[in-house]
């Protein structure tokens, strides 16, 4: 009898339970005798032993609801190795728990900080294989994280939606896009969307560049300018500050993020009226699209051969249009970011789009 855990950490992301499916389906097909146990609200599950057996009965209809039927929550790396508040080791706790399950292996879903704790999980002896996910797409060994696509579906039909309101009224629009410290999605919901400017944080912008690209769309006769904001964009004269300045600017900022204060330096610099729309958490919310479906079925299905195979301390990755492993401990602590120089930045710019720089 084969004994899997099971948990999803960090931000949540369309295609988590479709993942899951394709793990367990996978495992079940096989023939192999097999139990599942779901470890509740990510890690904290495992270190509190909060947990449930599954049956094939929670893995039915899975394939295109949103979310996850375990439940995430953040359990941040940098305090991992702190006592809780009533001093409860929590790797320790973790690797209690695992033991007194009798797993055979752990099946972690998460994005980079919960790839860094499951690179540690399996330092410490446990059999641990991950799934990539998150609508950032920034986790490093794999060309895509599934729930990214869904994501990006989402952020361009809200700039679908502005385009034509942005239209009528001849004003410009910044839609302000997910992505933490990475550009990934504005830059695909950005020219999926036509947006006529995309400012990414790998490409600090000037503010004065991105009036010069309005002026010329007002010269030429646009009624309206689309500006595509990823949350993280920094301007040229933030990133030249050092960490501790700019975290003293941080600290005094009276913006609710940097999509007000570009609206306002516009509204100052050249008198357009500007309006921001920020779609949030809508991001990582509702169905997996088509792509995602299929996408985190496969790596679900690799995921699944790969624990039949006994081979672990890997997390299942895209590489070249394949789908193949990737030590954990090459993966853990290291971010994907944009290429400034990537063909698909000197396409856009060919295409007009203007990056502020
Ligand atoms: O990592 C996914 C993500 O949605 C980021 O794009 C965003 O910066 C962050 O999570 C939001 O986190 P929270 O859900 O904790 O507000």
Redesign the pocket.
């Known amino acids: 009898m084969m004994r899997i855990g099971m948990l999803t950490s960090?931000?949540d992301?369309q295609a988590l339970n479709a993942a899951m499916r394709g793990v367990v389906k996978c495992i079940a097909h096989s023939g192999v005798e097999v139990e599942f146990y779901g470890f509740k609200n990510g890690y904290k599950g495992l270190i509190y032993g909060d947990f449930r057996m599954l049956t094939s009965k929670d893995f039915s209809g899975i394939l295109t609801k949103g979310g996850t039927i375990l439940g995430s929550s953040?359990t941040p790396f940098k305090t991992i190795r702190e006592p809780d508040e009533n001093g409860l080791d929590k790797v320790e706790a973790m690797k209690q728990n695992y033991y007194k399950l009798q797993l055979d292996c752990l099946v972690v879903l998460g994005?980079?900080g919960s790839q860094k704790t499951a690179n540690l999980l399996s330092e410490e002896g446990l059999n641990v294989v991950s799934l990539p996910k998150?609508?950032?797409n920034?986790l490093w060994g794999t060309d895509m994280t599934f729930g990214f696509q869904s994501a990006v579906d989402v952020a361009t039909g809200v700039i679908d939606n502005i385009h034509t309101t942005a239209d009528s009224h001849g004003r410009v629009f910044i839609i302000e896009v997910?992505?933490?410290k990475v550009g990934w999605?504005t830059l695909n919901a950005g020219l999926a969307g036509g947006a006529d400017v995309i400012l990414i944080p790998e490409i600090p912008y000037d503010i004065g560049k991105i009036c010069d690209a309005i002026k010329a769309r007002d010269e030429r006769g646009s009624r309206f300018t689309i500006i595509a904001v990823a949350?993280?964009a920094i301007s040229k004269k933030d990133a030249k500050l050092s960490k501790k300045e700019y975290k003293e600017k941080m600290a005094n900022y009276k913006y609710p993020s940097v999509s007000y204060e570009i609206a306002e330096a516009i509204q100052k610099n050249i008198g357009h009226e500007v309006r921001v729309t920020v779609p949030g958490?809508m991001?990582?919310g509702g169905a997996p699209d088509p792509y995602d479906r299929v996408f985190a079925s496969r790596l679900g299905a690799e995921a699944g051969q790969l624990i039949l195979n006994k081979e672990y301390g890997y997390m299942v990755a895209y590489k070249n249009r394949e789908i193949v492993k990737v030590p954990l401990s090459e993966i853990a602590g290291k971010l994907k970011y944009v290429s400034p120089d990537a063909s698909i930045i000197k396409e856009a710019k060919m295409l007009g789009v203007c990056f502020g720089d």
């Open positions: 960090g931000g992301c953040r994005g980079n998150t609508i950032d920034d997910m992505g933490h999605l949350e993280g958490h991001q990582r």
